[in-house]
Structure formats: C-alpha cells, structure tokens
C-alpha cells in the first residue's frame, strides 16, 4: 500500500509540473548572459569562424579531446581561457548558436571555462583582434585550430 501511495504521489508532482511549464531539469537550464559574448567574424581564408567580444579568433585544443581541459597553467599564459560569466552562460551573438554554449570547471584555477559543442575556448595571446595566428599550430601538447559557428573545427 505504501508503494502504491508514492507512485501515485509522485504522478502528481508531474502531473503539476507539466501543467505549469514543464519539467524541473527545463527550468533549471542556465540563462544567458551578455557579460561574456561569443560571437563570430569573416577571417582570411578560414571564412566565418568564432570570436570573442573584442575580435579575437577562438581557438579548441586537440587534447582537450571534446570532454575536459587538456590545456595546463603554463599553456594557459599562452592561450588564455574564455572564462565563463558568473551566473548562466554565455551570450551568442551573430552566427554563433546558443544551443552550442557551455561550460566546464578549469581544473587550473576553479573558474569555468565557456565551451562550444564540448570544446573549452580559448584565445592566442600573439593575436590581434581579427587575426588567426594560432590556427594549425602544434604548440603546447597538440593542435589548435579555430572553431566554426556549426561548432566543428577548421584544420
């Protein structure tokens, strides 16, 4: 009987839920937020390709393998993390997809690190706004290359 009053307990709770917009996990998605803009820019040869809000070309790491952070304190002086608004995530401007925007813990110094489609994003010191200087590089334990609004990379 006991079983029988929580399952019936528990059709409730989602019967209320649904019936006022949705699931907890919906809710509970993080919002927007414009302190941290992703956006995209026309570059050379490589075409449309991810930038942050000052123009400067964003970058994946290789060995970051779509899952984690790869990349350590000495080549972070060298390619510096996105790090991700405090509250939600960040915005996407232009082309970029917001759908595509995340964020996982730098295990470098506990902040986040804004990912897209999986991959932490990252940008070169050596550039200059619109410049991809970084791009098909093997520098600090494996390949960088730019990423692409779709969220695949451009070898």
Known sequence: MHRRTTLLALAAV???AAAFGGSAAASSKPKPNASVKIGTAKVGKLGTVLVDKTGHVLYMFAPDKHSKVACDSSCQAIWPPVVAPKTGVAKAVGKAK????GSYRNPVDGKRIVTYNGWPLYT????????AGGQNLDLNGGYWWV??????YEK
Not at 124 to 131: E, H, L, R
Not at 147 to 152: F, N
């Open 147 to 152: 990423m692409t609004p779709s969220g695949h």
């Open 98 to 101: 917001q759908s595509l925007i």
């Open 124 to 131: 070169y010191v050596s550039d200059a706004p619109g410049q």
């Open 14 to 16: 989602l019967a209320l």
